[in-house]
């Protein structure tokens, strides 16, 4: 164990035992007042709710009549305002979404015990206790909005998110886009579920994984504002997932769509163009199905989900050619049937809530994808020879986090999270030889830059398999007036990646006259590690009467490198050795010159 692995497991179970938890839930604050005016402190405010497994959650409020009760999950809540010799209150149906502080004020009269004055209205709709710039998908909005279904494609919906290619009808939904908000690109994205980070190692943080979007009761999109407890400036997303309940429900979600649904934009201008066909999807279907429930009614609840996406695209000017034409120096000549692009993704989600005590909770979840892509191409491209295939060996992301309310005062939570997204990109069935052979000097990638075409083999084949893993936790200080926070995080991983092609050599023609040919170092296999990623944050919620300031500090400690890797010869390359090396070399310290005096 590396000496930053070792203080970080030290840290961790000092902490949390087990990415730490942002805000990933919902407050409730307020100022208890009696018919006078006069703050009243030692007021017991207790909060009701089915979507709390413990059933209630209660504060006192301190010397300036404040209270403050933080973990909250979304849902419709009751809240109860009791002291001796006042009549209660009781504050009946609020909504309380995910990510938000709703301010309900009281004021108790003097009176006996057993009176209790209900109070019904709407729920407050404003945060004025948080500067995040938040916007929350609920279950009926992820549910009845037209979209892929995807974290980005619901993204779009979000004022000030933009994706650098817009997922038109779901058209997107099986490759990654990127979302990005105030100039920040994807790689300040941070990706949570129920507060625990699950951004991947690719493209330094920027590839996600495909969630199951029937796992999440709701989707916090916040575009500015986030604490110090997230490192990232970017985009975050907080995917508040489904508990289950007491009682046993299901739900499903069917969508289809077809050619038929689609308009076709293929105008004279782009004909004129040369453009033969334009995008399209040839066929899309997604059902999903879920069901939660109790294991043990109020301790340990259960929800599962399961999807079956599968999208067919036909992407432009990308026809299968006529077996036997073209010749040895062109692709086959384009035929009149359209190449087809297969994507699926199934995804199997299950989700454990335990309530250990009525103030401890333990939750995890696992969430399991199988994704494959028969024929990745683009306009020019051959689908018989040069399109590619991927698979995903493993693609999954899960969590298990601990929560304790301590006291009244005291929040203690931690997490650990994991990420893996291993994917390969190969070339179709019997195109990719095997190193050595006749056909392996011959079925070489070829181009025709002049034409735009591409046949005969992928330019390189690869393998990707970022490994990503986070741990942290945190500790809060809750008081009417404050809502302190300490925490740290650490993510650390791996990144393997293998390259390979046919010939080890790419040929360019122009016209289908031999232009240029690439020589290629491969085959190549080579490992990133990510040591430690780690950060130390202290945050305030401080509310001084009708003024909340929101402030906080963080350090953030980076180390990366790389391990002794070897790399088999080629065909124009001997065998190599790299390493070890760091990605960030402090420099070497200078030595003092010496000067010497004749005598």
């Known amino acids: 164990m590396t000496r930053h692995r070792a203080w970080g497991v030290v840290a961790f179970v000092l902490l949390g035992l087990l990415p730490a938890a942002a805000h990933a839930q919902s407050s409730l604050t307020g100022i208890v007042k009696d018919s006078s005016g006069a703050v009243l402190p030692g007021v017991t405010v207790e909060a009701a709710s089915p979507v709390l497994i413990e059933k209630t959650r209660s504060a006192i409020t301190d010397s300036t009549g404040a209270y403050r009760l933080t973990d909250l999950r979304p849902g419709v809540y009751a809240i109860t305002f009791a002291l001796e010799g006042f009549s209660t209150v009781k504050r009946d149906g609020l909504e309380l979404p995910a990510n938000f502080t709703m301010t309900i004020n009281s004021e108790l009269k003097v009176g006996a015990?057993?009176?209790?004055?209900?109070?019904?209205?709407?729920?407050?709709?404003?945060?004025?206790?948080?500067?995040?710039?938040?916007?929350?998908?609920?279950?009926?909005?992820?549910?009845?909005?037209?979209?892929?279904?995807?974290?980005?494609?619901?993204?779009?919906?979000?004022?000030?998110?933009?994706?650098n290619i817009p997922d038109v009808g779901g058209s997107r939904a099986m490759q990654q886009t990127y979302m990005s908000t105030h100039g920040l690109g994807a790689s300040q994205t941070t990706v949570q579920v129920d507060g625990l980070m699950v951004n991947g190692l690719d493209g330094?943080?920027?590839?996600?994984?495909?969630?199951?979007?029937?796992?999440?009761?709701?989707?916090?999109?916040?575009?500015?504002?986030a604490g110090a407890d997230v490192s990232g400036g970017g985009v975050r997303l907080n995917m508040i997932p489904r508990d289950?309940?007491?009682?046993?429900?299901?739900?499903?979600?069917?969508?289809?769509?077809?050619?038929?649904?689609?308009?076709?934009?293929?105008?004279?201008?782009?004909?004129?163009?040369?453009?033969?066909?334009?995008?399209?999807?040839?066929?899309?279907?997604?059902?999903?199905?879920?069901v939660g429930g109790p294991i043990k009614k109020d301790q340990i609840w259960f929800f599962g989900s399961a999807r079956a996406f599968h999208l067919n695209t036909l992407p432009a000017d990308a026809l299968v050619g006529i077996p036997g034409t073209g010749g040895v120096n062109a692709a086959p000549t384009p035929g009149t049937e359209r190449g087809v692009d297969p994507q699926k993704i199934n995804s199997f989600q299950a989700r454990l809530v335990w309530q250990i005590s009525q103030k401890t909770k333990l939750s995890a979840y696992n969430d399991r994808i199988l994704k494959n892509r028969g024929s990745d191409m683009t306009a020019g491209v051959d689908p018989a020879t040069g399109s590619a295939v991927w698979t995903s060996p493993i693609y999954t992301t899960g969590s298990i986090k601990l929560t304790s309310t301590v006291t009244n005062r005291v929040l203690v939570e931690g997490g650990f999270s994991t990420n893996y997204e291993r994917y390969n990109i190969v070339m179709q069935p019997g195109i990719e030889k095997a190193r050595g052979t006749p056909e392996w000097y011959t079925q070489v990638y070829k181009t025709d830059s002049a034409l735009g075409t591409q046949w005969n083999a992928l330019s390189q084949t690869y393998?990707?398999?970022?490994?990503?893993?986070?741990?942290?936790?945190?500790?809060?200080?809750?008081?009417?007036?404050?809502?302190?926070?300490?925490?740290?995080?650490?993510?650390?991983?791996?990144?393997?990646?293998?390259?390979?092609?046919?010939?080890?050599?790419?040929?360019?023609?122009?016209?289908?006259?031999?232009?240029?040919?690439q020589i290629l170092n491969t085959p190549v296999a080579r490992r990133d590690l990510l040591h430690v990623d780690a950060g130390f944050y202290a945050q305030d919620s401080w509310t001084l009467k009708r003024m909340t300031v929101n402030y906080g500090a963080r350090y953030e400690h980076f180390s990366s490198g790389i391990p002794l890797e070897t790399a088999p010869a080629g065909r124009y390359t001997?065998?190599?050795?790299?390493?070890?090396?760091?990605?960030?070399?402090?420099?070497r310290p200078r030595r003092p010159r010496r000067s010497r005096r004749a005598s």
């Open 113 to 163: 015990l057993e009176e209790t004055l209900t109070v019904t209205g709407s729920s407050p709709t404003v945060d004025v206790q948080s500067t995040a710039k938040t916007q929350v998908l609920n279950r009926d909005a992820l549910d009845s909005i037209p979209t892929g279904r995807t974290i980005q494609g619901m993204g779009q919906l979000i004022t000030g998110v933009s994706l």
């Open 204 to 225: 330094d943080g920027a590839v996600q994984n495909y969630f199951n979007s029937s796992m999440s009761q709701e989707m916090v999109y916040a575009t500015s504002g």
């Open 244 to 290: 289950g309940g007491n009682t046993l429900k299901g739900g499903a979600f069917l969508g289809y769509q077809d050619q038929s649904f689609q308009s076709s934009n293929l105008t004279d201008s782009l004909k004129a163009r040369g453009v033969k066909t334009p995008d399209g999807i040839a066929k899309l279907y997604n059902v999903e199905g879920s």
């Open 463 to 517: 393998g990707r398999y970022p490994d990503r893993f986070s741990f942290g936790g945190a500790i809060s200080y809750i008081t009417g007036a404050h809502n302190v926070k300490f925490g740290i995080q650490d993510t650390f991983g791996r990144y393997r990646r293998t390259d390979g092609s046919n010939g080890d050599i790419r040929a360019t023609f122009i016209n289908g006259i031999a232009s240029t040919a």
């Open 574 to 587: 001997a065998a190599r050795t790299f390493g070890p090396a760091s990605a960030a070399p402090r420099p």
